[in-house]
């Protein structure tokens, strides 16, 4: 009885614990979020200076989506639908993912906890796919960006440097991305263009390049300095990028060391106590639900390293 009070009492201390941390990243998540958008408004609306009222009206950024299907947009996945197939994926991922941790570990509890965890995997897929799109796009576009200041150095005009770059693209989808451009600018015009090229790929970069571009023929004058400007930035970034993400990579080597010397000196004292160990964690119920808080908290620690760790392109 003693022991069952105490693992209530556990369950009492540790879920409160998980579900506050939860709450505070998904807070910090929401309002990075929120003040990335706002610094984009900010930028949208000081170019916006420069172009006539007209025109004011047809910039209008997502504003026919909400955020998961932004995110779906981003991944690729811009179909009428996916938003809803992607919610079903994930309750069904998260109950077939309980159902088989439960024939392990068979508690109402583990059942529940491991539901709602394991629901979130394909939010965190869909983010590593914008990743990995965000990555290839921002690398061709670099590659464009040399192409249109060498050209426009050259004397070539900026719109035949553009196409020339983009037609001589290595990056599939950059190329992709751009041929937006390239078919539709003289039908729909150049802001709706890139309002439609925003929907598709997460790339602060490309909004920047936009910006440039709309200062620069506002301004009337010859921007490939501008560009040049934008270039070099872009190359220091990515430079100093991948210097942080060399020092923070040691920093999960660690990490995993640790985890892979806990998992020994299990092994060792389990050894020493002649298999005690796993009779307790999991040969009985308590001990299985205490085990698989441990594991939570582990892969929940895991989880939040590499969330400090992280860089963005």
Do not use: C
Request: charged letters at 20%; zero cysteines; glycine letters at 6%.
């Amino acid at each position: 009885m003693a022991d069952d009070q105490n693992l209530i009492f556990l369950f009492l201390l540790i879920i409160p614990v998980i579900l506050i941390f939860t709450v505070i990243l998904v807070y910090n998540l929401y309002m990075e979020y929120n003040k990335r958008n706002k610094m984009v408004e900010i930028l949208i609306k000081d170019s916006n200076q420069l172009l006539t009222d007209e025109k004011k009206k047809k910039i209008n950024f997502d504003a026919d989506t909400n955020f998961l299907r932004t995110k779906l947009n981003h991944a690729g996945f811009g179909y009428e639908n996916a938003m809803y197939v992607f919610i079903v994926i994930s309750i069904g991922f998260g109950l077939l993912a309980a159902t088989f941790i439960n024939l392990v570990m068979s508690s109402p509890i583990i059942f529940s906890v491991s539901a709602v965890i394991f629901s979130v995997f394909p939010y965190i897929i869909l983010e590593k796919i914008i990743s990995s799109r965000q990555e290839e796009f921002n690398f061709g576009l670099k590659g464009i960006i040399d192409k249109v200041v060498s050209m426009m150095k050259s004397g070539v005009g900026f719109e035949q440097a553009l196409k020339k770059s983009i037609l001589t693209s290595r990056s599939k989808f950059t190329k992709e991305v751009f041929e937006i451009y390239i078919n539709e600018k003289d039908i729909i015009g150049e802001d709706k263009v890139f309002e439609k090229m925003f929907k598709l790929v997460e790339s602060k970069e490309l909004r920047i390049f936009y910006l440039v571009i709309s200062i620069g023929r506002q301004s009337g004058g010859k921007f490939s300095n501008t560009l040049e400007t934008l270039r070099k930035t872009l190359h220091d970034q990515g430079t100093i990028k991948n210097e942080i993400m060399a020092s923070t990579k040691e920093i999960r080597i660690g990490t995993y060391m640790i985890i892979a010397l806990t998992i020994g000196i299990y092994m060792m004292m389990d050894s020493v106590f002649e298999g005690a160990l796993n009779e307790h964690f999991f040969g009985s119920t308590k001990g299985q639900v205490q085990m698989f808080f441990i594991i939570v908290w582990v892969a929940f620690g895991i989880f939040v390293n590499n969330m400090i760790s992280k860089i963005k392109g």
